[in-house]
């Protein structure tokens, strides 16, 4: 079989990717979490063990009240909760005046020690992002655990409870992302968000009476978990492929590692999330990697020229885009 050849991503776009001014500092606190789901771009899971440590945590406070430019502090995992540094980097960051996002999978609430945490969460207004990759049960199960679904059904009736989708101030969006292929028919993009919004909330509001604000649409990257099934089923080169073939330019404009800044558990920086997971570090114009204590020490956020980019960054450009705040054009 003919390898199938990806054209750069750079050369698809016909300049480099440049940085715009940073807002967005999206922080993975560790690989500690609860759960194992076989889409996880992270692999995280409950044998995981590397989290922040104290130094670096403490360099991340300092950043977030240095820098008046950045707007929000967004907090993933793992399951963010269960690593350390959570609650110091949450009261820091609104202490600072900035929104702040916690990726939530929302079955933590129900683990031993963390029953407190809706209220916590709804005491801080933090924007809650969780997953939930289909309205329907048995397709949330199978991508996220036996019992995910029923579990993530009365986490979010113990926000509704306290506010979240009602009260302005405590945003709760929920994210679906495609099950994964099994052969090449089954390569999806995620349908229009809009209207798939809408099924979520009808069906979810007339079986469970339960509420959300947005419903964010992702893609599926060739990153973690998913690439490892991927190449398992000999698809992970098809895959790239169909995202290629499916390229949209406008959704470069609005791609969102051209304003954030992703902090790993070891404080190093990368562009985005995705990139951090794959090993590729943001460089400045001279071809240095960076740290937070190198942000520090240089008293800037905005020494990174251009993106690092590679063949995964076509999942965020494909159909609508896709990024951690959903599809980036309609």
């Known amino acids: 079989m003919v390898q199938t050849v990806i054209t750069p991503f750079s050369h698809k776009i016909g300049s480099p990717l440049t940085k715009n001014e940073i807002t967005v500092l999206q922080i993975n606190l560790g690989k500690r979490c609860n759960q194992a789901c076989i889409h996880c771009h992270v692999e995280a899971g409950p044998n995981r063990t590397e989290e922040l440590s104290s130094e670096v945590c403490d360099q991340?406070?300092?950043l977030i009240h240095r820098f008046d430019s950045i707007q929000t502090v967004d907090i993933t995992g793992g399951a963010?909760?269960?690593?350390?540094?959570?609650?110091?980097?949450?009261?820091?960051?609104?202490?600072?005046?900035?929104?702040v996002i916690v990726r939530s999978?929302?079955?933590?609430?129900?683990?031993?020690?963390?029953?407190?945490l809706?209220?916590?969460?709804?005491?801080?207004?933090?924007?809650v992002v969780a997953s939930l990759p289909c309205y329907l049960s048995s397709n949330v199960d199978k991508m996220r655990g036996n019992g995910v679904y029923d579990r993530s059904i009365q986490a979010i009736k113990l926000l509704n409870d306290l506010g979240y989708a009602s009260d302005p101030q405590l945003i709760l969006n929920l994210v679906y992302n495609p099950s994964l292929p099994t052969s090449r028919d089954q390569f999806y993009l995620p349908p229009p968000q809009e209207k798939l919004e809408a099924d979520?909330?009808?069906?979810?509001?007339?079986?469970?009476?339960i509420r959300f604000n947005q419903l964010l649409t992702l893609t599926n990257l060739p990153i973690g978990r998913t690439k490892l099934y991927l190449q398992r089923q000999q698809l992970h080169q098809p895959y790239l492929q169909f995202l290629e073939d499916n390229f949209n330019p406008e959704t470069v404009s609005h791609l969102m590692c051209r304003n954030e800044l992703s902090i790993d558990y070891l404080g190093n920086i990368y562009d985005c999330d995705f990139n951090q997971m794959e090993g590729i570090p943001a460089k400045t114009a001279d071809g240095e990697?960076?740290?937070?204590?190198?942000l520090l020490s240089t008293g800037s956020l905005d020494v990174i020229?251009?993106?690092?980019?590679?063949?995964?960054?076509?999942?965020c450009t494909a159909g609508c885009g896709s990024s951690c705040g959903g599809a980036l054009v309609d």
């Open 60 to 62: 991340l406070i300092e």
């Open 80 to 99: 963010p909760e269960m690593n350390y540094g959570f609650k110091p980097l949450v009261e820091a960051s609104r202490a600072a005046g900035k929104q």
């Open 105 to 116: 999978n929302l079955t933590i609430f129900f683990e031993p020690g963390f029953a407190e």
């Open 118 to 127: 809706p209220a916590y969460f709804a005491e801080n207004k933090l924007q």
């Open 200 to 209: 979520y909330k009808t069906y979810l509001d007339e079986h469970y009476g």
């Open 289 to 294: 990697t960076l740290t937070v204590a190198k």
């Open 305 to 315: 020229n251009e993106v690092q980019t590679a063949a995964f960054c076509y999942g």
